[in-house]
């Protein structure tokens, strides 16, 4: 099981997301009885985790916190009333972030340390084994270096930037929920507009706070500038998303097959071109490239809505 959660726990976190929220949306005229159920949820996983031991009755209901009880409840409550479902994704992931933070807080309570720098420091402690191990395989030298420095990075943003990376994984994780997963949940059947992910949009906030957050973390003191950086990154991942919306708008317009799509795909996640999409992602709040080259103005001169 060890083995096969890391490759199943993408699809399968956010599925007991929406399965719950489903279940929720069931019992949605009594909203004590939704919130019961995604409640008990937590204390089920504490009696799982406890055949585990003790460090699991500990990590097992705050993992089903923060990956499925939690965000079923966000989707649930913020699905409805004609709300659009980008804004939907956005909820889902706002409260998935907040209760990581709070596990991150938790983790620097109980260690006395930061949760990055406790993190880091065991990392930095399976270095050496697994450079080890990487020598023992038959890599080069260069590639051993190369594989070194890589880790050695990864490490550093850790130590410094945990809080954003948690709140990026987690608009990413909102938007998983929301959209594949959702749909196979029926989430656009609970009353929310805009349900295509080609739809998808960042409120205008988003380009403030990317700003301000961007001039911080570059001219700004050196104490505020990890906190800019924290808050720039999961920005980022909203403008990311953005940008596949509209890769996916230009593909379903073009009528491109499974093959092309894949291919489109795979080379959207090879850095550093998420980069670039997320960049196009901030730039369609002003261009509006959906609407200029996919839906350009008719003879009264306005536009199609995407």
């Not at 996916?248 to 080379?267: E, K, N, P, S």
Request: net charge neutral; proline share 6%.
């Amino acid at each position: 099981m060890s083995l096969l959660f890391p490759v199943a726990g993408p699809v399968l976190m956010p599925l007991a997301a929406a399965r719950l929220a489903r279940t929720g949306a069931a019992l949605r005229g009594s909203g004590a009885g939704a919130v019961l159920l995604c409640a008990l949820s937590v204390p089920f996983a504490l009696l799982f985790g406890m055949l585990g031991g003790a460090t699991g009755s500990v990590l097992a209901p705050a993992l089903v916190l923060v990956s499925a009880a939690l965000p079923a409840l966000a989707l649930l409550a913020s699905a409805r009333d004609g709300r659009r479902l980008d804004l939907v994704s956005i909820v889902v992931g706002a409260v998935a972030g907040a209760a990581g933070l709070a596990g991150l807080l938790g983790i620097g309570l109980a260690t006395g340390q930061g949760a990055g720098e406790v993190l880091a420091g065991r990392l930095d402690s399976t270095l050496p084994e697994l450079l080890v191990f990487y020598r023992t395989s038959g890599l080069n030298d260069a590639s051993v270096a190369a594989l070194q420095g890589l880790f050695e990075a990864t490490t550093w943003v850790v130590r410094h930037q945990l809080p954003g990376l948690v709140l990026l994984s987690s608009f990413l994780y909102g938007a998983l929920v929301t959209y594949p997963v959702g749909r196979m949940a029926g989430v656009p059947g609970w009353g929310v507009s805009a349900a295509s992910f080609t739809e998808y949009r960042t409120p205008l906030a988003a380009v403030i706070v990317f700003v301000a957050a961007g001039l911080l973390a570059g001219v700004g003191p050196e104490a505020v500038r990890e906190a800019a950086v924290d808050l720039l990154l999961p920005v980022c991942a909203l403008f990311f998303l953005r940008g596949l919306a509209i890769i996916r708008a230009f593909l379903d317009r073009g009528g491109i097959g499974l093959i092309g799509r894949a291919l489109v795909w795979a080379l959207v996640l090879q850095m550093p071109v998420p980069v670039f999409v997320a960049l196009g992602g901030l730039f369609d709040e002003f261009i509006g490239f959906r609407e200029r080259f996919l839906n350009p103005a008719g003879p009264d001169g306005s536009g199609r809505s995407t």
